[in-house]
């Protein structure tokens, strides 16, 4: 799993060095104390993840997410607790305190390394037609041509199905990483709909039968693009 580090601080940049060199899946290809350089080398390079300060000098993690063209997975650093809920609505991998500890670091990466693998298992599957979710103490399979839309829930998201709703205890991230990327669009940071489902599209609504969604900012191109 590659990645690059950015933080305003050496010091801090330097711990996250420390502790990557242990976790044997995790190769940190850069590390920055300046985003925009970040940004720059970013146009030109991939990185499964970024380890991300949120508070910096120009522009914030927060608006630096945003700015991507594409989305890898981000863990935020930062040594202000109250950006948390804020992260977690960027669909954060997790947010880590500073000072953390190389366990707590450990446990960042494998909550990446798990979103990544579930990436990967939807990619070798060309035409899957269920998923399994969690529920409860057990596993649901649900059919993927029955889900209307995916809402998030706080710490869960909400499966509204043609006959049924169904919470589960998964990031939108994860969730969005669980489904084949030409039948369902994610139209919002709250929001994944069933392509099949969409009846009319407006900038800022999408219908679904007799549903009607809000198109979040940034989110308009995905919609562009369904067939």
Same mark, same amino acid.
């Given at each position: 799993?590659? %990645?690059?580090?950015?933080?305003? $601080?050496?010091?801090? !940049?330097?711990? /996250? +060095?420390?502790?990557? &060199?242990?976790?044997?899946?995790?190769?940190?290809?850069?590390?920055?104390?300046?985003?925009?350089?970040?940004?720059?080398?970013?146009?030109?390079?991939?990185?499964?993840?970024?380890?991300?300060?949120?508070?910096?000098?120009?522009?914030?993690?927060?608006?630096?997410?945003?700015?991507?063209?594409?989305?890898?997975?981000?863990?935020?650093?930062?040594?202000?607790?109250?950006?948390?809920?804020?992260?977690?609505?960027?669909?954060?991998?997790?947010?880590?305190?500073?000072?953390?500890?190389?366990?707590?670091?450990?446990? %960042?990466?494998?909550?990446?390394? $798990?979103?990544?693998? !579930?990436?990967? /298992? +939807?990619?070798?599957? &060309?035409?899957?037609?269920?998923?399994?979710?969690?529920?409860?103490?057990?596993?649901?399979?649900?059919?993927?041509?029955?889900?209307?839309?995916?809402?998030?829930?706080?710490?869960?998201?909400?499966?509204?199905?043609?006959?049924?709703?169904?919470?589960?205890?998964?990031?939108?991230?994860?969730?969005?990483?669980?489904?084949?990327?030409?039948?369902?669009?994610?139209?919002?940071?709250?929001?994944?709909?069933?392509?099949?489902?969409?009846?009319?599209?407006?900038?800022?609504?999408?219908?679904?039968?007799?549903?009607?969604?809000?198109?979040?900012?940034?989110?308009?191109?995905? !919609?562009?693009?369904? +067939?």
């Amino acid at each position: 799993m590659t %990645a690059i580090a950015i933080d305003d $601080e050496p010091i801090a !940049l330097e711990i /996250v +060095k420390a502790h990557a &060199s242990k976790v044997s899946f995790v190769t940190l290809k850069q590390t920055f104390t300046n985003a925009f350089e970040a940004m720059a080398w970013l146009q030109k390079e991939k990185v499964d993840l970024l380890f991300l300060d949120i508070k910096m000098p120009d522009i914030s993690g927060m608006e630096f997410v945003s700015c991507l063209g594409y989305q890898p997975m981000v863990i935020f650093t930062t040594a202000y607790a109250e950006h948390a809920l804020q992260s977690f609505e960027l669909d954060a991998v997790d947010y880590l305190l500073k000072p953390f500890s190389l366990s707590r670091f450990t446990k %960042a990466c494998n909550k990446a390394y $798990e979103l990544l693998t !579930l990436k990967s /298992v +939807k990619q070798s599957q &060309s035409n899957p037609e269920y998923i399994f979710v969690k529920n409860g103490t057990g596993q649901v399979r649900v059919k993927l041509a029955e889900i209307i839309y995916i809402q998030s829930a706080g710490n869960y998201v909400q499966l509204v199905l043609t006959d049924q709703k169904i919470t589960t205890r998964l990031t939108m991230a994860e969730t969005e990483a669980l489904l084949p990327a030409d039948s369902f669009t994610r139209i919002h940071r709250s929001y994944i709909v069933g392509n099949r489902f969409i009846t009319r599209i407006e900038r800022e609504e999408v219908y679904l039968i007799d549903i009607v969604l809000p198109v979040g900012s940034g989110f308009a191109e995905k !919609l562009a693009k369904i +067939k």
